[in-house]
């Protein structure tokens, strides 16, 4: 009998796997609130249902009557998706395990209740929280609890800062739950990665490390190459919190993407546990990497079959994002023949004579690059010099 499947979303980065479920025959449903998203022209059904709406989607889902309901590479679909899916019996996640990794202020409560190192905060929900800002040490971090792709994110010096970023964090909030937490000064790059996890334990990683583009935004990452710089040691330790982590919250089956920072002193500070892949192609890039295709597991979850890990690599790899620091109407994207060599994909999301703005959130994002490289310092040389291989113009 075939498989009927109701995707949250159909992003771009979203086609991998609407592909692929494709190709194995199954009845494909999508919906979100952007009809003109690529991936609805590979469905079979279309429907224009946020896919944040719990209540819209819970009851498309018992119109359409799917045999999944999966959200990928979507942090605000994540936990809709679980709930849906708790709501009907369906296979999926816990709800509350999803909204535990997806709510930063239920995450960093969760973190400290369980003995983990995570820097002191507050959640701010109306400005009579504000005053208990002034008990942390600055500098702060300010960001809304439930937004993804860096985006409304501050670091402030001191309290006279703080009004103006929970109002700019506000604007890209849904829940408008705003969360203050120390800032956790990290020893090297921050360590970023993909996960997957099967019955609890987490059975694959590939870690890497992130990059920003420190004179746009510092919190925005534009790469990440793997694997991590970091020792053998640290990757340990990290991977022991990471499944204690995992396997406390509940979080049962699927990936996840993780991100970590290391203090100067070696302690380690799980940043976030996203229950879903990562977006900029992350999956794909660790594929290349790695050979193992979490779209493939994902949906081998879904059909019961086992996922085992076969002769891994650990190949050098990264995505580049591409950016400018401007707002402005793109006029061309010039590739040199140099980094062609290494370019596996190719995703362009801005086209000649549309607009493309300051890169301050992912939202901003021209294309992305997958890249494959034969060793760690030909990798870093391309990503650290990356404006000789490729030329962004935009029109005067």
Not at 80 to 87: D, I, K, L, M, P
Not at 234 to 239: F, G, L, Q, S
Not at 282 to 299: E, G, H, K, S
Not at 360 to 373: D, E, K, M, R, W
Request: charged share 20%; glycine share 6%; with cysteine.
């Amino acid at each position: 009998m075939q498989k009927r499947v109701l995707f949250l979303g159909g992003a771009y980065a979203q086609i991998p796997i609407i592909q692929e479920a494709k190709n194995r025959g199954w009845y494909i449903i999508t919906c979100d609130y952007l009809p003109d998203n690529p991936g609805h022209k590979l469905s079979d059904e279309y429907y224009n249902v946020s896919t944040t709406d719990f209540q819209g989607v819970l009851e498309l889902a018992k119109q359409v009557k799917p045999d999944f309901v999966i959200a990928y590479a979507s942090d605000p679909a994540a936990p809709t998706a679980a709930y849906v899916s708790e709501q009907l019996g369906l296979p999926g996640n816990a709800y509350k395990s999803v909204q535990l990794l997806s709510e930063k202020d239920l995450f960093r409560n969760f973190l400290l209740e369980n003995g983990f190192n995570t820097p002191r905060s507050i959640s701010i929900i109306d400005d009579n929280d504000i005053s208990k800002a002034s008990s942390l040490n600055f500098p702060i971090i300010v960001k809304p609890t439930d937004s993804s792709g860096s985006k409304g994110v501050s670091k402030i010096e001191n309290i006279s800062q703080l009004k103006h970023a929970i109002e700019y964090a506000r604007t890209f909030s849904r829940n408008k739950r705003i969360i203050a937490e120390e800032y956790v000064r990290s020893d090297g790059p921050q360590i970023h990665g993909d996960g997957f996890v099967v019955d609890g334990e987490l059975i694959f990683h590939y870690l890497g490390d992130h990059h920003y583009d420190i004179q746009i935004n510092p919190f925005v990452p534009y790469s990440t190459t793997w694997p991590s710089i970091k020792g053998n040691n640290i990757i340990t330790k990290v991977e022991k919190e990471i499944k204690r982590a995992i396997q406390l919250s509940g979080f049962k089956n699927g990936a996840v993407n993780i991100e970590v920072r290391v203090s100067e002193i070696g302690e380690i500070f799980i940043m976030e546990i996203g229950p879903r892949s990562g977006g900029n192609f992350v999956p794909q890039v660790i594929n290349y990497a790695t050979r193992f295709d979490m779209i493939f597991a994902t949906l081998d979850l879904f059909e019961n079959k086992n996922i085992k890990v076969y002769n891994k690599q650990n190949k050098c790899a990264a995505y580049y994002i591409l950016h400018t620091d401007k707002d402005g109407i793109l006029k061309s994207i010039s590739l040199k023949d140099e980094i062609k060599i290494n370019m596996k994909e190719f995703h362009q999301y801005i086209h000649p004579g549309e607009k493309v703005y300051s890169f301050q959130g992912a939202n901003a994002a021209i294309g992305v690059l997958l890249l494959l490289f034969s060793s760690q310092e030909e990798m870093d040389y391309y990503i650290e010099n990356m404006n000789k291989f490729v030329e962004i113009q935009l029109e005067a």
